[in-house]
């Protein structure tokens, strides 16, 4: 099986854009009202340690995927069942990002095209990109990145000089205290998207230098949580903290205000094309991490399961919920202590557990012989 290598800039737009992704299309902490920002902000402080963790587990054992330091730590039978355990979590989570986008675009811009056809187009779409492979999505990212950030730079100076930024909105600072801002962050707020770059570890084999990647990493984290920052102040200065709970879609509903001299409006595009990036990019490597573990199981090329698996993809997001309501209901109550919790924190902490001991037996067993014989 070829192996893929991805450069350490196309890594952290990677990182940057599966940080936006959904997160981005329905909002981040919003649940704590006007103190929204410092969700984000302390989540962020936190969410660098998770990745750094990731980060840790990646390179002690270099060039090893999930998948494999799985089967280094235990045994190919456990390793299988823990793959299809993690390749099934993979896959389920991309359906539930790809119908956000797809809900998304049913309501805002296609409202009479099914969001069947718009689905299944858009999964067709990310089934050929990683049918070429991670460095074509790796690649793509890394182009399309700065036109990402600049053109969310513009929603926010265009909503400043169409006068609809209101500081009163973010007032008064904790005025409920930090009861809701710690609901908020735990456990919601880490596992979306700190927690999330677990999955990177199917990515980060591939990475050449990435022994040398930390600083890279950490700034792409630190990146995407200011753009996140930048869209929870867009929101909720622009909204409110009303008209931002109530709404699906709140940084599109934002972008709607802007209204400049009856010349500059209805600038949605700007903020679908922000959308649409984080979505496709952070699908693409939940897809990418589900079918490296059909590869590991089945000893076939990713490639083989790249079309299919897309296909299953589009049929469960849309069977995912019978309403955006039920299927965001799912992903907030039940999903972070179901499996984002366990998957992504615990058994991840039990895995560095059982790798060190197995490192250290190994490093004594070699070192015994060599100080028997200098003695």
């Avoid at 095209?113 to 067709?124: D, M, S």
């Avoid at 070429?132 to 926010?156: D, K, M, N, Q, W």
């Avoid at 006068?163 to 009163?168: A, C, L, M, T, V």
């Amino acid at each position: 099986m070829s192996k893929e290598n991805i450069s350490l800039s196309q890594l952290a737009a990677l990182l940057f854009n599966f940080q936006i992704g959904s997160s981005v299309v329905i909002g981040l902490g919003l649940n704590a009202k006007e103190d929204a920002w410092i969700v984000i902000v302390i989540s962020m402080m936190i969410g660098v340690f998770i990745a750094a963790f990731y980060y840790y587990i990646a390179i002690s054992l270099p060039g090893k995927n999930l998948y494999e330091i799985f089967e280094y730590c235990f045994n190919r039978k456990i390793a299988i069942i823990l793959t299809l355990l993690y390749a099934c979590y993979f896959i389920y989570y991309a359906c539930r990002i790809i119908r956000d986008f797809g809900e998304l675009i049913a309501t805002a811009v296609l409202p009479f095209t099914p969001i069947e056809v718009t689905i299944l187009l858009l999964v067709l779409l990310m089934g050929y990109i990683l049918y070429l492979g991670i460095e074509v999505l790796a690649r793509t990212s890394e182009i399309f990145t700065p036109y990402g950030v600049i053109l969310t730079l513009l929603l926010f100076i265009f909503l400043y000089v169409n006068k609809n930024i209101d500081i009163s909105n973010i007032k008064p600072i904790l005025g409920e205290g930090m009861k809701p801002v710690w609901k908020t962050i735990f456990p919601y707020e880490l596992v979306r998207p700190y927690g999330q770059i677990l999955v990177f570890l199917c990515v980060f084999c591939n990475v050449s230098n990435i022994q040398i990647g930390r600083r890279v990493v950490i700034f792409s984290i630190f990146m995407g949580s200011m753009l996140l920052l930048m869209s929870s102040l867009l929101i909720i200065l622009s909204l409110g903290e009303d008209i931002a709970l109530r709404s699906n879609f709140p940084l599109l509903s934002a972008a709607r205000l802007v209204s400049i001299g009856e010349f500059i409006q209805r600038i949605d595009a700007i903020a679908i094309f922000s959308m649409m990036l984080g979505s496709l990019v952070k699908s693409c490597v939940y897809i990418y991490a589900g079918i490296k573990g059909l590869e590991y199981v089945f000893k076939l090329p990713f490639r083989y399961f790249s079309i299919p698996i897309s296909c299953i993809v589009a049929m469960f997001s849309i069977f995912i919920g019978r309403n955006y309501t039920g299927h965001l209901q799912e992903g907030l109550l039940s999903n972070p202590f179901l499996l984002h919790v366990p998957l992504q924190f615990i058994f991840p902490v039990l895995l560095v557990c059982v790798m060190l001991l197995k490192m250290w037996k190994s490093k004594k067993k070699y070192s015994s012989p060599l100080t028997k014989k200098n003695m």
